[in-house]
């Protein structure tokens, strides 16, 4: 019997530091790195969220909630109250006219350009009912485009499938209309 051996050769390479700037792991979240737009889903439920934590003392801050299929979107919009940052640990209170409260919780990591990320608990506090609990991964978005970005990509799907449906009087493969034979033997 014969055996087969194999070599690898493992080569030493050069990293150049402008490279290794764009792998540094991203520090821990504070205060300041917190003010960015964040967005996320939560993979077991359909839900949608976003948290704006203005720039500015000037803005307002806004916790926003969107559930639904396109066309049929139903969202809810509290006013951040509080965004506190200790050792890495978000804490966001937010409420609604009508007396709900809504809190994000969790551990984050952010670069001062609004790259990063929350891992986060979101509870959404009615009034007298226990409280619903999500969670999700909220990313930092500079110009809070992840909606527009999905409502894009939904639209962009939807025309593919329209551009690519057969139509019902035709095959979705139809035969060749040359009458030339099969060059296969």
Known sequence: MKSIVAFV?????FVAPTARASIDPLPVINQE???CVWEGINDEEPRAFRLVVPRSDAEQGVVSVAVGSPGHVSAWAYALRSAVVRNGRVVIEADDERGQRISITG???AFHTCEGFIKATIKMHARDEVPAVWTATLHARDE???F???NALAAGLDSVAKDQA???GEPANPPSRSGATSPRR
């Open 9 to 13: 050769f493992v080569g030493w390479f």
């Open 148 to 150: 527009r970005r999905l």
């Open 166 to 168: 057969p139509n019902r």
């Open 107 to 109: 551990q984050g990591r």
């Open 33 to 35: 790195t917190l003010r």
């Open 144 to 146: 809070g485009g992840f």
